[in-house]
């Protein structure tokens, strides 16, 4: 059974950055697409990123282009979110995603990891 461990998360200053990254075991998941997901508290999870498993295809949320950047290692079963320039709003859990194919609709991911809190402060 698939399984994905994202680490990476902490507190930071806004303007500051933050790198996530997302290990997946027990499965192929190099043709798979790999999500980022995020949920504030009180709030819906909400799509933050993905990439298609060529790496080739990526698609953000608007309020995060420009400032995150997806990327994968088929070949060490990775994806990451590089976070730059970070604001209050971004503070959320963000889940790491893999699904067969290439959407930003969470209901079509296969694969869900833990999560990892990512706090930005003032």
């Known amino acids: 059974q698939g399984q994905l461990v994202e680490s990476g998360g902490g507190l930071v200053q806004a303007g500051g950055s933050l790198s996530l990254s997302c290990a997946a075991s027990g499965g192929t998941f190099s043709r798979y697409g790999m999500g980022w997901f995020r949920q504030a508290p009180g709030k819906e999870r909400e799509f933050v990123a993905v990439?298609?498993?060529?790496?080739?295809?990526?698609s953000y949320r608007d309020s995060v282009k420009g400032r995150f950047t997806i990327s994968r290692d088929n070949g060490a079963n990775m994806a990451y979110l590089r976070m730059i320039n970070l604001k209050l709003e971004d503070t959320a859990v963000y889940y790491c995603?893999?699904?067969?194919?290439?959407?930003?609709?969470?209901?079509?991911?296969?694969?869900w990891g833990q999560g990892t809190q990512v706090t930005v402060s003032s």
């Open positions: 990439m298609d498993w060529t790496g080739i295809r990526t």
């Open positions: 995603a893999a699904g067969r194919g290439y959407s930003v609709q969470e209901d079509l991911f296969d694969y």
